[in-house]
C-alpha cells in the first residue's frame, strides 16, 4: 500500500479524493460531508486500486473504490470483537449527536 497520511491535506489529488469520498459517502450512508472532511485521514491506496480513508476517532476504515467510486464502511478487527463502526460514530457522522455525546467518540 502507498503511503500517506494528514500530510497530504491541500495536496490537490488527496483534496480530491477527500471530496469524492464526502460526496460517496453522503449519497450512500447520509453522512455530513464537513464531517467526513474533518475526521477523515488519507492513508493510501492498496494494489486493487482502492483509497483508505482512517476515521480520526476510532480508526475505522472507509474504502473509495476508484473504479466505480463506492465507498465500503470496513471494519477494524477490536480485541474485545466488538464493531468500529458503532452506531454512536454513524450518528456523529451523519450529525444526529454531537461529538460530547457519543460513546467512545471524542
Not at 477527500?18 to 460526496?23: F, K, Q, S
Request: aromatic residues 8%; contains cysteine; charged residues 30%.
Amino acid at each position: 500500500m502507498q503511503d500517506g497520511n494528514k500530510a497530504d491535506r491541500g495536496r490537490p489529488e488527496t483534496d480530491a479524493l477527500l471530496d469524492t469520498l464526502a460526496a460517496a459517502c453522503e449519497r450512500q450512508f447520509g453522512f455530513i460531508p464537513a464531517r467526513v472532511l474533518e475526521h477523515m485521514h488519507y492513508t493510501g491506496t492498496d494494489e486493487s486500486g482502492r483509497h483508505h480513508f482512517r476515521d480520526s476517532f476510532t480508526r475505522a476504515y472507509v474504502f473509495l473504490a476508484a473504479d466505480t467510486l463506492q465507498a465500503e464502511l470496513v471494519e477494524r478487527p477490536e480485541k474485545d470483537g466488538s464493531s468500529s463502526w458503532t452506531e454512536a460514530l454513524m450518528a456523529h457522522y451523519r450529525g444526529e449527536t454531537p461529538p460530547a455525546q457519543t460513546d467512545g467518540v471524542e
